[in-house]
């Protein structure tokens, strides 16, 4: 079973940045697609970021276009999120998911994913 840990969260002033990573146990990352959620407070879990393993295609939340990059590093199993801009709203808590899929037809939905990290609390102060 391929394990998923985040880091790299934290508290940051709006307009800063952070990256977050996602550690996994996997032994070729990319036979799997691998996204980002978020739950902010009191809100359910939504769509970020997802990158695709084979073709290595991006898909990003139109909430974080231009603001937030996904990328990986096979070589180092992880798979990392540039967060810039930060604002208050995206203050949550962030996850990694995984499917072992090298492709993924509906990056955005969650159901798409079998694998989940437990999470790492993302604090921008306005």
């Known amino acids: 079973q391929v394990q998923l840990v985040e880091s790299g969260g934290g508290l940051v002033q709006a307009g800063g940045s952070l990256r977050l990573s996602c550690a996994t146990s996997?032994?070729?990352?990319?036979?799997?697609?691998i996204g980002w959620f978020r739950q902010p407070p009191g809100k359910e879990r939504e769509f970020v970021s997802a990158?695709?393993?084979?073709?290595?295609?991006?898909y990003y939340a139109e909430s974080v276009k231009g603001r937030f990059t996904i990328s990986r590093d096979n070589a180092k199993n992880t798979v990392y999120l540039q967060m810039n801009g930060l604002k208050a709203e995206d203050t949550a808590v962030y996850y990694c998911a995984a499917t072992r899929l090298p492709s993924i037809s509906n990056p955005m939905n969650l159901r798409a994913y079998d694998l989940w990290g437990r999470g790492t609390q993302v604090t921008v102060s306005s």
């Open positions: 990158i695709a393993g084979g073709p290595n295609k991006k």
């Open positions: 996997a032994r070729t990352l990319d036979a799997y697609s």
